[in-house]
């Protein structure tokens, strides 16, 4: 699984994208725990994250398989 991380989150994990080896389908908050135990600076930012998968937001209760391009929206404000 490939996970894309975009402004704030990529200055907070020192990267713009990692891999993830996921064996079996994993829920979201399992994606969450694997995450924060590899960069636990993100915590601050979890709250306020979305998350999509394969170019599309998803919900709280999606799940992720190992092809999946999962991408760490974080919030964005306009002017």
Same mark, same amino acid.
């Given at each position: 699984?490939?996970?894309?991380?975009?402004?704030?989150?990529?200055?907070?994990?020192?990267?713009?994208?990692?891999?993830?080896?996921?064996?079996?389908?994993?829920?979201?908050?399992?994606?969450?725990?694997?995450?924060?135990?590899?960069?636990?600076a993100?915590?601050?930012?979890?709250?306020?994250?979305?998350?999509?998968?394969? &170019?599309?937001?998803?919900?709280?209760?999606?799940?992720?398989?190992?092809?999946?391009?999962?991408?760490?929206?974080?919030?964005? &404000?306009g002017?």
């Amino acid at each position: 699984m490939r996970i894309l991380f975009f402004a704030q989150l990529k200055d907070a994990t020192g990267c713009a994208s990692a891999e993830l080896a996921v064996p079996t389908l994993m829920s979201g908050e399992q994606l969450w725990a694997e995450l924060l135990r590899r960069f636990p600076a993100l915590e601050v930012h979890r709250r306020t994250v979305r998350l999509a998968k394969n &170019s599309e937001y998803v919900a709280a209760n999606a799940q992720f398989a190992d092809g999946d391009e999962v991408a760490l929206i974080p919030p964005v &404000s306009g002017g």
